[in-house]
């Protein structure tokens, strides 16, 4: 079993950042791979990002990119997601997630994750 526990979420002015964190505890040695998603009331639960939990390779949803990014740290067992220049739009409980098979490819749909977090709730303010 793996837990994972996010914080850092909050209320931001938009334009601003915010850094969440995802600690994860447990057989976290099992573990392929981790990513964030993030679900605005009403809507599907989307993919933002994954990385592998050894080698460090990232991989961002559409439009990602730009203003997010994932990394990890491997001796503190926490995975990170830093978010720039925030938008209204980005508002959502934004989820961390785990993945103990290697399927040889990212992974973007939430059914290919084992692990799941509570959710941090993010709110940007116009």
């Known amino acids: 079993q793996v837990q994972l526990v996010e914080s850092g979420g909050g209320w931001v002015q938009s334009g601003g950042s915010l850094r969440l964190s995802c600690a994860a505890s447990?057989?976290?040695?099992?573990?392929?791979?981790m990513g964030w998603f993030r679900q605005a009331p009403g809507e599907e639960r989307e993919f933002v990002a994954a990385t592998t939990w050894s080698g460090g390779h990232t991989y961002y949803g559409d439009s990602m990119k730009d203003r997010f990014t994932i990394s990890r740290d491997n001796a503190k067992n926490t995975m990170y997601l830093q978010m720039d220049s925030l938008k209204p739009e980005d508002t959502a409980i934004y989820y961390c997630?785990?993945?103990?098979?290697?399927?040889?490819?990212?992974?973007?749909?939430?059914?290919?994750?084992?692990?799941w977090g509570q959710g941090t709730q993010v709110t940007v303010s116009s």
């Open positions: 447990g057989l976290t040695f099992s573990m392929e791979a």
């Open positions: 997630a785990a993945q103990s098979k290697d399927f040889g490819r990212w992974s973007t749909g939430t059914g290919e994750y084992d692990y």
